[in-house]
């Protein structure tokens, strides 16, 4: 029996990484007859804790520039033939909301999610997301490194 996944996850960030996990989901949603596709973006609050004035026009910003990038790729999905589509903006630490809150919070079953964008270096300071993710979840894992043609993209760094 072929595996059906009915509620996928897909975390976005404007990166060109998240980008290609998100063609990649409304591929797989629109083979699983039926899949809910939910688009997350998370508003990662540690970022404004060391500012001294913290602004909350800075968190509105931020949000409503999300609201514009999840609004096209709504679009987008539905202009793909996606109907079950819809997204959701959350605040914290972006590792625990994708791995354990939204999993829980909507069954979800798998997780689409970029690779990693970050270098060595940061990874080894503050940690991958996405590496995160893949450890801890409950639910199946796919990370995207390829296209829809399963080519590997050179990505603008």
Do not use: W
């Not at 797989?28 to 998370?42: F, S």
């Not at 819809?86 to 909301?97: H, M, T």
């Amino acid at each position: 029996m072929t595996q059906q996944y009915k509620h996928i996850l897909v975390p976005v960030d404007g990166s060109q990484e998240a980008e290609l996990a998100f063609e990649k989901a409304v591929a797989v949603a629109r083979r699983n007859k039926g899949a809910e596709l939910h688009l997350v973006h998370i508003v990662d609050t540690r970022a404004f804790q060391n500012i001294s004035s913290f602004d909350t026009a800075m968190v509105e910003q931020v949000t409503e520039t999300a609201k514009t990038t999840l609004d096209k790729y709504i679009k987008e999905a539905k202009d793909k033939g996606l109907e079950n589509v819809d997204y959701s903006i959350e605040y914290g630490a972006p590792k625990v909301v994708i791995a354990n809150d939204m999993p829980k919070q909507l069954h979800t079953d798998l997780i689409m999610i970029g690779a990693t964008g970050l270098n060595a270096v940061e990874r080894l300071l503050i940690g991958s997301v996405t590496e995160y993710v893949t450890r801890t979840a409950s639910c199946d894992v796919l990370v995207v490194r390829t296209d829809l043609d399963n080519q590997p993209v050179k990505l603008n760094k």
